[in-house]
């Protein structure tokens, strides 16, 4: 078999529909793991809307939720059509009364913001990540997707962050007169 044969049958397989491309296996670990973080994520941001008292970062968690949840459903979609098993969810988080949990036990709602600003951060970077390594457009274009929104929920964190005098910057470099 020469280079011109095994040329031509890749190009056959990655040409057409990117739908009836086959995914490779870094595109399945990838979105494998999305699907199984997304569930941990989910079930750890339910048990912290228990522990919110701030109204406005409540809606932002109840909002993350949601956002992932649509990510799994495409993401589930995906992995389904190529034929690959889903991973395992936890069930769904109870719901608790924040006078309940006593004090010493409850997440702070700077912890909580900070948590949910970390968790954006990384997952910009794992739809990057997967936008990069993809060979199927489809793939590519639905993490694209899913990168914007994150960045616009990173903006809302953001904000909320700064209004709320949550932020805590890092040391910041002031120019001395004296030279």
Not at 7 to 19: C, D, F, Q, V
Not at 129 to 145: C, H, K, L, N, P
């Given at each position: 078999m020469n280079i011109e044969t095994i040329?031509?049958?890749?190009?056959?397989?990655?040409?057409?529909?990117?739908?009836d491309e086959p995914m490779h296996y870094g595109e399945v670990y990838g979105t494998w793991s999305h699907l199984s973080i997304n569930h941990g994520l989910i079930a750890g941001y339910q048990t912290f809307i228990n522990h919110i008292g701030d109204e406005d970062l409540k809606k932002l968690v109840q909002e993350a939720i949601e956002a992932m949840q649509e990510e799994n459903k495409q993401v589930e979609e995906l992995l389904k059509s190529n034929g690959i098993g889903l991973p395992p969810a936890p069930p769904e988080?109870?719901?608790?009364?924040?006078?309940?949990?006593?004090?010493?036990?409850?997440?702070?709602?700077p912890e909580i913001a900070a948590a949910v600003s970390k968790d954006v951060a990384e997952g910009l970077v794992a739809a990057s990540?997967?936008?990069?390594?993809?060979?199927?457009?489809?793939?590519?274009?639905?993490?694209?997707?899913f990168h914007m929104a994150k960045a616009q929920f990173g903006a809302k964190m953001l904000k909320l962050n700064k209004t709320k005098g949550w932020l805590i910057p890092p040391p910041l470099q002031v120019k001395s007169s004296e030279s």
């Open positions: 040329r031509s049958g890749i190009m056959g397989i990655l040409s057409g529909n990117p739908k988080r109870p719901v608790a009364h924040l006078e309940a949990i006593p004090p010493g036990a409850r997440f702070s709602d990540t997967m936008i990069g390594q993809s060979i199927r457009e489809d793939i590519a274009v639905m993490y694209g997707q």
